[in-house]
């Protein structure tokens, strides 16, 4: 045999163990497995005053990272039964001028109702620093209301001390709703570019969702030096909205300078915690729970939601926390 012919005959064979003896299937992607969330949703009228419509089930529409899904539950949160649990987080550096606001803050907690407990943390250094447990006594509660003593800065940042309370949250109870109120400027001194994308925001929003709290937040201006004012202002708030509207909340504020009260945004939170209701929905989980993207559309009428941009989806039939 001519070396040409043997060549040929060495690459035919190897041709032929490369070639497979049975016909193999192509792979299939891995599916998701079946999973689970809940969210608290806040449903208002558009115009202002009277009674949000009834929604009931078949009115919604839910779509979890771009896919639709399914709803499970939809239970309303209006009834002393439901209990909530709400932390006032304080800016520890914020301005003496505060203490014109700890009136409409005293009132606001008074007015809660019975099943309702509360706590007042103070952001300092980074932390959640708690000033009593949570409790539905309000004189209990009212005790740890005071001036914040801290310099501008001592916070370290909002964002830190938010995760450290989500984090630490003073309570084990998986069965109440939790809501934060947080005063502050909103100004991240450990990120002061002007990019929406700020890690310490985005960490702090994602251990809000996983904690389930929903966050709402008051702008109180803290000055700063020179050029740097119109700077804060504009990224405090911008990155407060961003929180705010990842968990569900609303964010409040009067544009450049401080309110005169903090009566009508503290009301708008206690008639939005009164027309609370809680979803619950299954969604494709790809392993180990995480927070995914959630949209949501209701068919009523004249009628306001506000729904977290973000939710925890877990494994079915346990526990999302």
């Not at 001519?2 to 192509?26: D, E, N, R, T």
């Not at 450049?256 to 945004?265: L, R």
């Not at 009428?301 to 941009?309: G, L, S, V």
Request: proline content about 6%; aromatic content about 8%; charged content about 15%.
């Amino acid at each position: 045999m001519s070396k040409l012919g043997m060549k040929f005959g060495l690459v035919a064979g190897l041709l032929l163990l490369a070639v497979p003896m049975f016909p193999q299937s192509k792979a299939q992607p891995a599916q998701g497995q079946q999973g689970q969330g809940q969210a608290v949703v806040t449903v208002l009228p558009k115009a202002g005053g009277g009674a949000p419509a009834s929604i009931a089930q078949q009115d919604l529409k839910i779509a979890v990272n771009g896919r639709q899904s399914s709803v499970t539950n939809w239970v309303s949160l209006r009834g002393p039964e439901n209990k909530l649990e709400l932390v006032l987080l304080i800016d520890g550096s914020a301005r003496a001028t505060l203490g014109s606001q700890l009136g409409d803050i005293t009132h606001f907690i008074q007015s809660l109702p019975a099943n309702t407990r509360i706590a007042i943390a103070y952001m300092k250094n980074g932390r959640a620093v708690m000033a009593g447990p949570l409790s539905a006594d309000h004189a209990q509660v009212l005790r740890g209301l005071h001036m914040p003593g801290g310099s501008p800065g001592s916070n370290a940042s909002p964002y830190f001390c938010l995760s450290d309370l989500a984090q630490h949250w003073p309570s084990k109870d998986g069965a109440a709703r939790r809501e934060v109120v947080m005063i502050t400027n909103g100004a991240d001194e450990y990120d002061m570019r002007f990019d929406a994308n700020d890690p310490y925001v985005d960490a702090a929003i994602t251990d809000s969702v996983r904690a389930r709290l929903v966050v709402y937040s008051i702008y109180w201006q803290n000055i700063g030096f020179g050029g740097r004012v119109v700077y804060e202002i504009n990224t405090g708030q911008s990155r407060l909205l961003q929180v705010a509207e990842a968990t569900g909340g609303n964010s409040y504020g009067v544009g450049y300078g401080n309110p005169v009260s903090f009566q009508p945004f503290l009301e708008d939170i206690a008639r939005r915690l009164q027309n609370q209701y809680e979803l619950s929905f299954t969604a494709q989980l790809h392993g180990k729970p995480d927070v995914e993207s959630l949209k949501l559309k209701i068919d009523a009428p004249a009628t306001q939601i506000d729904f977290p941009q973000q939710v925890l989806v877990g494994q079915a039939g346990t526990a999302v926390d």
